[in-house]
């Protein structure tokens, strides 16, 4: 059975559980596609007729009633819905011919870093005993990944592009080998996001993200990163992001309280926050 899902300007098909490691083919990208729940001329078919209907859009000047536009891309954050942020992230590098403008290589690259983070999440929820869905997630991941940063490449230098690059480069950091090879050119990013706007919150977590994911023998520090990631607070105390990860490293603290405190402060900002849903159910 198909759902429908309404972007907020269109409705479109999405395929129920189509981007799940379990049963997908790692090899059909970062949509990880099942192999038997659509026959491949009904994909290329939609692919054809959606960039067509990008095309008359651009010329009638109303490319923004299109599903690529950051409503959109918000609401598949807040519900953490990934099926809808695979189409999102479709039609946005469907109607990039069309639509060449730095804005636009912007949102393909937010489309593609909310897939990635989605992927993440189901990464880190897979046991490590599961090694294959691990690593088929982890191809889904590097993939969304890779497609955001090469729209972001020679795009000027804005601190929204450097967080953007940051937070891209940081989901593909999954171990000391991958850490060693991305984690000096994401560290470089978002301090260069945060010389160009030091009131970028999101910036400032992205800056956390090491403190509180590394080892300590590499340079991972539990104070640091709830310090930091309670600057970005300060500057947004409803930051979704900056609540879910100063809960862990209050978690990893053994401050239960202060990290239950975060959690329900995320769902109140965000009733959807699957995260914070998840976390507080398993206490």
């Known amino acids: 059975m198909r759902e429908e899902i309404d972007t907020g300007h269109w409705r479109l098909e999405a395929r129920p559980k189509a981007c799940r490691a379990k049963g997908s083919d790692p090899r059909s990208g970062w949509r990880g596609l099942r192999t038997d729940a659509r026959p491949k001329h009904s994909i290329r078919w939609f692919k054809i007729h959606l960039l067509t209907l990008c095309f008359i859009l651009a010329s009638l000047g109303a490319s923004a009633e299109s599903p690529c536009n950051p409503e959109s891309i918000t609401a598949a954050q807040q519900s953490y819905d990934l099926g809808v942020a695979i189409l999102v992230l479709e039609a946005c590098e469907l109607e990039a011919p069309v639509r060449t403008g730095e804005a636009h290589r912007e949102l393909v690259a937010r489309a593609a870093l909310l897939v990635a983070e989605l992927h993440r999440i189901d990464f ?41 690059e940051a937070d891209l480069l940081a989901t593909k950091i999954r171990s000391d080998y991958r850490g060693k090879k991305y984690s000096k050119k994401m560290k470089a990013a978002a301090a260069r996001a945060l010389e160009l706007d030091p009131s970028n919150a999101r910036a400032i977590v992205s800056q956390a993200k090491p403190f509180l994911f590394a080892e ?68």
């Open 124 to 164: 880190e929820a897979a046991p490590k005993s599961k090694r294959p869905e691990r690593r088929a997630l982890g191809l889904l991941i590097d993939e969304a990944a890779d497609t955001g940063l090469k729209s972001l490449k020679d795009l000027p230098e804005t601190s929204e592009r450097l967080r953007l």
């Open 216 to 283: 300590t023998r590499h340079g991972g520090d539990l104070e640091e990163a709830v310090r930091r990631l309670g600057e970005a607070l300060i500057v947004e105390p409803t930051l979704e992001s900056a609540l879910l990860l100063r809960a862990l490293a209050y978690e990893r603290q053994g401050e239960t309280e202060a990290s239950r405190i975060d959690l329900k402060a995320a769902l109140a900002a965000n009733p959807q926050c699957r995260p914070a849903h998840d976390r507080l159910k398993d206490r």
